[in-house]
Every structure is written in C-alpha cells, then in structure tokens.
C-alpha cells in the first residue's frame, strides 16, 4: 500500500513518514521544502519537490506511484503570523486543500488524513474538548483548517471520500535527534532557547483561573502523533466513505509552570521563569478528551510530559552542537 505525503520533509511530516513506514506501508513525499528538509526524507523514499496547489503534479504523482490514499500535512502554521498575513494563509492552506481535492476526485484516489488542529475549537470554556463541541476559530490559522475539513466532509458526500481529519493539541519533542522541531513560537522550544541564550523563560501571564494561575494546554508527543495517522490511514484502507473529525491529545492538561519543570528537570537545571503580560488570544485551559480516537481508532498516547521534553532538549543539543 502506497500513501503520498504532503508536508513530508517537515518537522511532523517526518515522524509520520518514519511511522507509515515502520507499519510496512510504502510512501511517496510532496513537499515543497518552504519550511521542510530534504535531508529528512529517507533514501529510497520518492520524494516530489511541489507546490501542494499543483493540481496536475499531485494527480500525476498518484497515478504514478499507484497512491491508495494521502495524508495532507502541507500547511503554513503560525497562529500569529496567520493575524498578521490572512489572505496569505488563506491562499496556501485553502487552495491545498481544494487542489488536493481536486487531484485527488482526477487520480480516483479517496483516501484521506487530514492535519486539523485544536485551533478550529477557539476559546473554549469546558474542562474536556470533544468534537462535537462547536468549532468557533479565533485566527485565521484556525478558520483555514476548518475550511479544510468543510472540503474534505463535502467531498466525502459528493465524491465517496473517505475522510479522517486529526485535530492536533500541542504537538512537542522529537522521535529522534535528527528531527527536533525548530519552530521559533511554541513553548518548549521557546524555553530551551532562552537558556541557550542566558535569558529567562517567559510565562505569558499567570492570573488565569487555574491552580497555578498559568495556561493548561493538553501536549501530545509527537511520536504518538505520528501514530495515530497510522491509525486513521489503516482504518480508512478498510473503511467506508465518510467524514470523522477526532482530537488527538493525552487528555490531560500541564500548566506552562509545569512544562518549564519537566524542561528544566532535561536539562539538570533550574529555570528561573519571568512572568510577563497575556499573550492575546490565549485560552486558560485547552485539554481534549480523546476518547473518540481510543474507540474507534484503537489509538491512544503513550509519551508523557517528560519524555516530549527529554527528547526536545536532546534532540535541540545535538542540533546546536552539530
Ligand atoms: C502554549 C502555552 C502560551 C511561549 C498553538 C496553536 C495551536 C497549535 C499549537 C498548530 C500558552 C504559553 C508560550 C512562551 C509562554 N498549532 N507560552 N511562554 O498557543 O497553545 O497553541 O500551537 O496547530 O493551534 O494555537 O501553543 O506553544 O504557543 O503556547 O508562557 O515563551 O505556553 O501563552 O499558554 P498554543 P504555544
């Protein structure tokens, strides 16, 4: 069985390439290395250096590798750069999506998992996010994957796709050292390259109405990440057509003071954190309950809080010492 992957050279696009593979499925990469790394696409791994709006290439590149499904990972990803920059993010993640629909309906391919987010939630106000809660995006990050998955579910009732759409919580750490994630914006990798600098980790407020006053985010490894779309493409090679969103988290929540620990406790160090104003736009609490994805895709995580840090720092060090 042969998956195209889109987004294939980048930071989560690597760990599901490395886990398609270890389930013994064949994979074809598309990716346009924007952000991502050619050097992370294995030898022997085909690899197609395009634009994911590039309708013909994409029909061309399934009906050549005798594609049974895809797994769409290409998308620009900055919540704050999608404020600053909409019509751009909406020029590159919608128009993915609907060129990848539409090579998909030509090549007669009808398999897809779909890279969703927690961002199309918004700023929720429960304990446990399900899917049925309503989808109400505070960025145009998240109303651009919203409207991917809005593509997928119409042509799974048009076109007999057979959808999985996975929405990510925080996604952190690194399988291996080779394929840390080099984000600037997200928490952990924030945090280490603080202390790299001599500087002090920045909490972004810490009057919010949890325990320790800071936000609770739910962080899944992203190995166990990678996992789960090995999940969701081996059910959906068995599986009717249709559309099924499924959060993929732990279903558990650490506060930003508890990942400044755990990352402190990596490195053998203590991390002397400054508590700085609200970054605007932040939910106190974003947990998922990922009980859907335990039921009906077998999957659950395995990776704890540490292990996400451990590996970030690890894999962080031999970056900046290699
Ligand atoms: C986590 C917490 C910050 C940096 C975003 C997207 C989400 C998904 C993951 C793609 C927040 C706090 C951060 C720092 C801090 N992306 N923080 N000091 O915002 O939960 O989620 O990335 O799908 O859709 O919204 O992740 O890592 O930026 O922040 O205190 O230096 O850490 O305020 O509470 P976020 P994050």
Redesign the pocket.
């Known amino acids: 069985m042969t998956w195209m992957l889109t987004g294939g050279a980048g930071y989560i696009g690597a760990h599901v390439l490395r886990a398609l593979q270890a389930s013994g499925r064949q994979v074809v990469v598309v990716d346009d290395l924007s952000t991502g790394h050619a050097e992370v696409v294995p030898e022997g791994v085909p690899f197609v250096r395009a634009d994911v709006r590039d309708t013909d290439t994409l029909a061309r590149v399934m009906t050549e590798h005798g594609v049974v499904g895809v797994v769409h990972l290409a998308a620009k990803?900055a919540?704050g750069e999608s404020v600053e920059q909409p019509l751009r993010y909406y020029r590159e993640n919608v128009d993915g999506v609907l060129a990848l629909a539409e090579a998909m309906v030509d090549a007669g391919v009808s398999r897809i998992v779909y890279s969703s987010?927690?961002?199309v939630y918004g700023a929720v106000d429960v304990d446990l996010v399900t899917e049925e809660l309503p989808t109400q995006p505070v960025?145009p990050?998240?109303e651009t994957?919203l409207i991917g998955e809005w593509v997928f579910r119409d042509a799974a009732v048009a076109h007999g796709f057979a959808v999985t759409a996975l929405r990510?919580?925080?996604?952190a750490g690194a399988g291996s050292d080779d394929l840390g994630d080099s984000a600037v914006?997200?928490?952990?990798p924030?945090?280490m390259r603080?202390h790299a600098r001599g500087d002090r980790?920045?909490?972004?407020?810490a009057d919010y109405p949890t325990p320790d006053g800071?936000?609770?985010?739910d962080y899944i490894h992203v190995a166990d990440l990678a996992d789960a779309h090995v999940a969701a493409a081996a059910a959906l090679e068995t599986g009717a057509p249709g559309f099924t969103s499924y959060n993929i988290g732990r279903g558990e929540g650490s506060s930003?003071r508890e990942?400044i620990a755990s990352v402190a406790a990596a490195i053998g160090t203590d991390l002397h954190a400054e508590v700085v104003g609200?970054?605007p736009g932040?939910p106190a609490v974003?947990v998922a309950s990922a009980d859907r994805a335990a039921a009906e895709l077998g999957w659950t995580a395995t990776r704890d809080l540490d292990a996400m840090t451990g590996s970030a720092w690890s894999a962080f060090r031999a970056r900046s010492h290699g």
């Open positions: 990803k919540v987010s927690a961002a960025s990050y998240g994957k990510y919580f925080n996604v914006f997200n928490l952990i924030m945090v603080a980790p920045q909490i972004f407020g800071t936000c609770i985010r930003v990942v609200r970054r932040d974003l």
